[in-house]
């Protein structure tokens, strides 16, 4: 089992701990577009850049790629993972034109899965958790109904949205907003009715300690969103 | 902007540039130690271990483990928006536009690639 309580420094919140888990073994399933030994390489690919953070690109230690990963889908994990600041619209465009929109927006959703667990794993002071072993079977290949153009880099869904621009992001790959959402209502948001209250009751911390939080991360990776 | 919504609701006044000022606190409670904490995170740096010991010894456990999760998640989200380039929500950008120019949001690589400046 990963994120096994026993690694936690202090008691975690089992809520929390279920979601990681549950969002981790996605990683390794077959998903929509790409296999579970692909995604894997993706999640590995965008930790050891990320881990490289301060060094510049040029300077870090990839090794040999060995990875099943198309050129331009490696080159995603790693700038995604790592470098968020530099990414930029021509960029996006270039790998979405060899990848496939869906299969950079289902890699982009396995890669904020696996930065977000890092991340969290490094705030508490323990060891990144072991990536998942990669399941056999086929991308179901789905495209969903009622995508269209927000103005964002990809499509994005069209038909009866009211809620924040992020949250649909990633919806051209509903089983990515799945794995990744599953972690932010669990680590952040809460449930939508929580999410609307300015006042939390449903976190030992007040909301404007963890919004502060939320902008100083932002503010640090160069995101005013 | 949600910092300065939820401070509002609880009658706080808060001090934004506690988002892009190192480990200042901004008006919030014990906020100096959990910007110091994240940006330990984030960057990286040397004293994160320090920091992590200073979060844990100030908020307690149960607090420490939020503000690890927020770090955690909104390393994710700020790329979930930076990979796909989604647009600014309207009524953020309402609720930004005294600011953004004077705390340097507009000249942010994320400010470039919504088209701001």
Redesign the interface.
């Known amino acids: 089992m990963s994120f096994e309580d026993a690694r936690f420094p202090v008691p975690v919140r089992e809520d929390l701990t279920t979601a990681l888990r549950r969002s981790w073994a996605d990683i390794g399933r077959p998903g929509t577009w790409w296999t579970g030994p692909e995604r894997v390489a993706m999640a590995a690919l965008a930790r050891a850049e990320r881990i490289q953070r301060n060094e510049p690109p040029w300077n870090r230690n990839r090794g040999e790629p060995g990875t099943p990963l198309p050129g331009k889908a490696v080159e995603a994990a790693r700038k995604i993972g790592a470098d968020p600041t530099h990414l930029d619209r021509d960029w996006a465009e270039a790998a979405i034109a060899e990848l496939g929109d869906a299969r950079y927006v289902e890699l982009a959703s396995v890669v904020v899965t696996t930065v977000a667990a890092d991340a969290f794993c490094e705030a508490m002071g323990i060891k990144h958790e072991t990536l998942p072993e990669p399941e056999a079977g086929e991308p179901t290949r789905e495209r969903p109904d009622g995508m269209g153009d927000i103005g964002a880099w990809v499509p994005a869904q069209v038909v009866d949205w009211s809620r924040a621009n992020v949250a649909r992001a990633l919806s051209l790959v509903p089983e990515g907003v799945r794995t990744f959402f599953r972690m932010v209502v669990a680590m952040y948001s809460g449930a939508a009715t929580d999410f609307e209250k300015m006042v939390w009751d449903h976190r030992p911390l007040a909301r404007p300690q963890v919004e502060l939080l939320a902008a100083r991360v932002s503010a640090l990776n160069q995101c005013f969103y | 902007?949600?910092?300065r919504?939820?401070?509002?609701?609880?009658g706080?006044e808060?001090d934004?540039s506690?988002?892009?000022e190192e480990a200042a606190d901004?008006g919030?409670?014990?906020?100096a130690v959990?910007?110091a904490?994240?940006?330990a995170?984030?960057?990286?740096t040397d004293e994160?271990?320090a920091a992590?010991v200073r979060a844990?010894k100030t908020?307690g456990?149960?607090?420490?483990?939020?503000?690890?999760?927020?770090?955690?998640?909104?390393?994710?989200?700020?790329?979930?928006?930076?990979?796909?380039?989604?647009?600014?929500?309207a009524m953020?950008l309402e609720r930004?536009a005294d600011v953004?120019g004077k705390l340097g949001?507009d000249s942010?690589?994320?400010?470039?690639?919504?088209g701001w400046r």
Do not use: C, H, Q
């Open positions: 902007m949600l910092l919504a939820s401070s509002d609701a609880v706080a808060v934004l506690a988002a892009v901004g919030v409670e014990d906020g959990l910007t904490f994240a940006e995170v984030v960057r990286a994160l271990d992590r844990l908020l456990p149960a607090k420490f483990v939020e503000a690890a999760a927020t770090i955690g998640i909104f390393n994710g989200l700020v790329r979930v928006a930076d990979s796909t380039g989604i647009p600014s929500d953020m930004t953004r949001f942010w690589s994320g400010a470039k690639r919504r």
